[in-house]
């Protein structure tokens, strides 16, 4: 079973351009949460996807920033007209059902994104 | 804001001692967790611990829990070069579906 998958690993992108950065959950996961992590610091959360819907985007930034977890294929984070301030690393966990029951969260390796 | 905070944010010990790690919150939670980022890497869950429990083992680590304190520890027994990594605390709550708020971390180096 793998595990959960983030592409790229690596992304360089120039100000002002869009990044798209792609999770695949565990086999059997239909839970999908995206943090960002900037050097030095913790994870904080962005927003929460269940199959076709967001159940919690309060960490989202509210301009340029979108996320979707279609019925097939991978979650989807989208950052358009990225800023430096953008550039950090987006972790990606998936679970099994939400998480009020314990349930763990498995994360991906990330995706480190460098706005130049 | 943050609402688990790691002390101390850097550790260094040599091979064979032991590590301790502290986590204090602020507000109540349902289960708080630990979990470690070796560098440039993911992070993998490591224990989780519920409000109603004082103590939980795994391996070399043992995490308690004081809720009347608001505080957490992690012990790493008998380190090994491999411990060396970022160390987090997550609190997770009700109010936020139980999504864990992470720490800023402790980085531990074990020196062989």
């Known amino acids: 079973n793998a595990g959960v998958m983030q592409n790229p690993r690596h992304l360089v992108r120039r100000r002002g351009q869009e990044a798209r950065l792609r999770c695949s959950p565990m086999?059997?996961?239909?839970?999908v949460y995206w943090y960002r992590q900037l050097p030095e610091e913790g994870l904080k959360f962005m927003v929460y996807?269940?199959?076709?819907?967001?159940?919690?985007e309060s960490g989202m930034p509210k301009e340029r920033f979108s996320a979707e977890f279609p019925k097939e294929g991978p979650s989807i984070l989208r950052i358009q007209q990225v800023v430096r301030g953008d550039s950090a690393a987006y972790f990606c966990?998936?679970?099994?059902?939400?998480?009020?029951?314990?349930?763990?969260?498995?994360f991906g390796p990330g995706t480190r994104l460098t706005v130049t | 804001s943050q609402q688990g905070e790691e002390d101390p944010q850097a550790l260094s010990i040599q091979e064979g001692e032991n590590a301790t790690m502290n986590c204090s919150y602020k507000?109540?939670?349902?289960?708080l967790q630990w979990y470690r980022q070796n560098s440039g890497r993911g992070l993998v869950h490591l224990i989780l611990?519920?409000?109603?429990?004082r103590e939980k083992h795994s391996g070399r680590l043992r995490v308690t829990l004081d809720t009347s304190k608001k505080s957490s520890s992690l012990l790493i027994t008998a380190s090994r070069a491999a411990d060396t990594a970022s160390y987090f605390c997550?609190?997770?709550?009700?109010?936020?579906?139980?999504?864990?708020?992470f720490g800023r971390g402790t980085s531990l180096i074990v020196h062989p």
């Open positions: 996807l269940q199959k076709e819907n967001i159940i919690d």
């Open positions: 507000t109540s939670i349902n289960n």
């Open positions: 611990i519920r409000s109603n429990e």
């Open positions: 086999k059997g996961h239909s839970h």
């Open positions: 966990a998936s679970s099994p059902k939400g998480l009020a029951n314990s349930y763990e969260q498995y």
């Open positions: 997550a609190t997770a709550t009700s109010r936020g579906s139980y999504i864990p708020t």
